[in-house]
């Protein structure tokens, strides 16, 4: 199946079994925002809980945060967000569509990746295990041309990126003859500055209202509470201070589904070093982040890093972690050494000191930042798009399943009465009283039991157990796998030592350490 359709079918099945729905569905929506129904919530928050715990609990030296969403106007315009947190944006004349330039651009970027991927495809299925993909790469002219072009149109557009030169991304995109997706037309505008900062006013009108923002991102809420958290905690550097929250961006191209939102929500670590240590923490970081990721046992090849050759003017250093999504590889974290740039800044506009005094040197200086800023929802995406998959079993029949980490899945046990009658309910209730104080368990008495594995399957609900006849008298219960299928008894008093350890994010965890 195309990858294309694949993501559609997982769109579809977010709706369909209450992991995301459209904002305000009954109104049809409302561009790139969306709710998180009853499992995509309890998927959300496990994120949050695997990222917070690897943070806070596996480190000493890390401290939570949670700051509010209104902010000083100031704080926007000393982060250079007031006047530089913009996006090239161009319109279709013919379909009258608003799209990012730069997006376009890196869209073109990734058909010469998707047409070498192609070709490397073709040639391993013809030439089976002798398939030799360094020499292919090396050798082969259809990739070479494509490389090259992929290459040239790589460092044109980081050029014109980094110098913000608006005309020379309009003919770039001329050159490439890039047309929109809906016109088909290369009938463009030129190319202009939007800023994503949503505004609103606080105060009443009468009494001179002020214009406040939504904060873009959740990192200037840990500078600005830098000096009270180190005071207070007396934090000796190396620190960090994390923190999750929602962040609004008045974004132009809303597609992708939750990949690119308007409000959406991230999970930001600030860590305070010494000056002259940053890089080695930047390196440090990336490596502790990226195990994060693979102790999800998605695969390493699914992951890669892309560091950065053009750098913000405060950055010394700076790597996203990318994903296979069915879209191509695409950013889900960023690991960025900001420099002291954030401190100083809000040092010069607030008039405050904003410095460490170190112990150690009898010196005072103002920190360097590593921070590490990954997305949740771009999270979620990732895992869902993992775990979706549709199998073919025995006998012809088919079956989607999502197949979650068991300390992610939104419910880890379904407890299922064989009948609805004979006492068995009653048995599966008192199962699930015990239960329910230890992990996510649910109560499915409804249709056959192959209909209830299915629906258990299709929301990635790792285990299942079915209280039958013989469960009143040998107090055994069949305890089902969702990934093997594979059904054992067992006495119900070792259901919570067998399943807790398996399900709970402690798993993961003990993989980080
Ligand atoms: N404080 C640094 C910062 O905000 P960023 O690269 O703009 O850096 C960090 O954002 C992460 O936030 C991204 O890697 C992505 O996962 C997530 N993110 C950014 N914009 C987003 C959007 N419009 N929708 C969903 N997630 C987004």
Redesign the pocket.
Known sequence: MAQEDVFKKIVSHCKEYGFVFPSSDIYDGLG?VYDYGQNGVELKNNIKQYWWQSMVLLHDNIVGLDSAVFMHPTVWKASGHVDAFNDPLIDNRDSKKRYRADVLIEDQIGKYEEKIEKEIAKARKRFGEAFDEAQFRSTNPRVLENEAKKTALHERFAKAMGAMDLAELKQIILDEEIACPISGTRNWTDVRQFNLMFKTEVGSTADGASTIYLR?????GIFVNYLNVQKTGRMKLPFGIAQIGK?F?N?IVARQF?????E???M?MQYFVKPGTELQWFEQWKQTRMAWHQALGFGAENYRFHDHEKLAHYANAAS??EFRMPFGFK????I?SRTNFDLSQHAKYSGRKIEYFDPDTNESYTPYVI?T???????FLSVLCHAYQEEKLEGGDTRVVLKLPAALAPTKLAIMPLVKKDGLPEKAREIMDELKFHFNCKYDEKDSIGKRYRRQDAVGTPFCITIDHDTLTDGCVTLRDRDTMQQERIPVSELRTRLEDKVSITSLLKKLC
């Open positions: 790139a873009p991102e959740t990192a200037q962040a961006r974004e939750i990949f690119r939102m308007r959406f929500e991230q930001e996203d972690v950013e889900v974290e960023g960025h921070e800023s990954i997305g949740v929802d771009r999270m």
